[in-house]
């Protein structure tokens, strides 16, 4: 896994896009601080830029780098979480702005173990993850249900078909600075 992690870890640095496993479902990525890349992503997928990206970071050190205020409330629903969840914050920060949603808001989702906690460790920073299938096409629950047209699309594929995944998308909760807390999906 460590070649596979530092292989990976160059074609981010070199601006390029991924599809990878993470704790979820297999994912396309790329640095999230990469204007560039980002945009491939949104041509690959055919996806509007107005519906956001999601975010991956390695801990909660890392989360506190990129959201101006993390409400303290985040840390609990994380800590007793018994699945990946993914929650939307308000302000991100030191990301790149086609990232952002209309309304300054970032949805992120702390990766605790697994080959993405590994890479974004070694990156040091937050990578792009959206899922691996069109925009409006379900979402691929194996690698081999992954389409041709995204495979051909990225431009490195991760060597780690036979890694097992959850199979299925986060839960998603958005929880506003206001202390409003609204679950998007379960």
């Known amino acids: 896994m460590q070649n596979e992690i530092n292989t990976t870890l160059t074609a981010l640095k070199q601006g390029k896009t991924i599809l990878y496993p993470t704790d979820t479902v297999w994912g396309i990525g790329c640095d999230a ?10 041509k690959l997928k055919q996806r509007d830029e ?20 993390v409400p303290e ?12 969840t993914t ?15 209309a309304d300054n808001t970032l949805a992120i989702r702390v990766v605790r173990e697994g ?7 070694k990156l040091r920073k937050p990578l792009v993850s959206t899922s691996a299938n ?26 780690l078909q036979n890694v097992k995944s959850a ?4 839960s998603i909760i958005k929880i506003s ?9 379960e």
């Open 167 to 170: 199979n299925k998308p986060s």
């Open 73 to 84: 409330v985040a840390y609990d629903i994380l800590k007793y979480a018994n699945k990946p």
């Open 87 to 101: 929650i939307i914050y308000d302000k991100p920060i030191r990301i790149s702005e086609n990232l952002v949603a």
């Open 50 to 69: 107005s519906k956001a990206l999601i975010c991956l970071v390695s801990d909660f050190k890392m989360l506190e780098q990129y959201v101006e205020n």
């Open 134 to 159: 069109m925009s409006g096409e379900p979402t691929p629950k194996s690698f081999k249900e992954i389409s041709d047209h995204i495979l051909k699309g990225v431009d490195y594929v991760v060597n």
């Open 115 to 121: 080959f993405a906690n590994k890479l974004i460790r």
């Open 177 to 185: 600075n206001d202390g409003m807390v609204k679950v998007i999906r």
């Open 33 to 42: 601080t990469n204007y560039e890349a980002i945009e491939k992503i949104f």
